[in-house]
Nanobody, 122 residues
Framework: QVQLVESGGGSVQAGGALRLSCAAS????????LGWFRQAPGKERDFVAA????????SYADDVKGRFTISRDNAKNTVYLQMNSLKPEDTAVYYC???????????????WGQGTQVTVSS
């Protein structure tokens, strides 16, 4: 079972930027997928982005394409989510997730971090 620890959340004004980090440990990541999901109050936990650890293939939700970038640092076992041009509707708790499938489906991920709050004010 992978252990995931997020960091980097905070408060920012609309149009600003934040970078989230997720440090992974506890298993070999070579055949793994790491992703980011987010959950706003009263809403479902939605897919944001994912990256395959072996070759860096990426996938994004439509509403973050062109604004968010997911990347990984193999040496540090860390995945990042660079968030630019932030909007108030990006406000949510952001979760790092790990799994064996390159998918946006939440139920396919079997390891989760504790979440980090991102608040974007207008």
């Amino acid at each position: 079972q992978v252990q995931l620890v997020e960091s980097g959340g905070g408060s920012v004004q609309a149009g600003g930027a934040l970078r989230l980090s997720c440090a992974a440990s506890g298993r070999t990541l070579s055949s793994y997928v790491l992703g980011w999901f987010r959950q706003a109050p009263g809403k479902e936990r939605d897919f944001v982005a994912a990256v395959t650890w072996s070759d860096g293939l990426t996938s994004y939700a439509d509403d973050v394409k062109g604004r968010f970038t997911i990347s990984r640092d193999n040496a540090k076992n860390t995945v990042y989510l660079q968030m630019n041009s932030l909007k108030p509707e990006d406000t949510a708790v952001y979760y790092c997730a790990g799994g064996r499938y390159f998918t946006s489906r939440r139920e396919r991920y079997d390891g989760w971090g504790q979440g980090t709050q991102v608040t974007v004010s207008s």
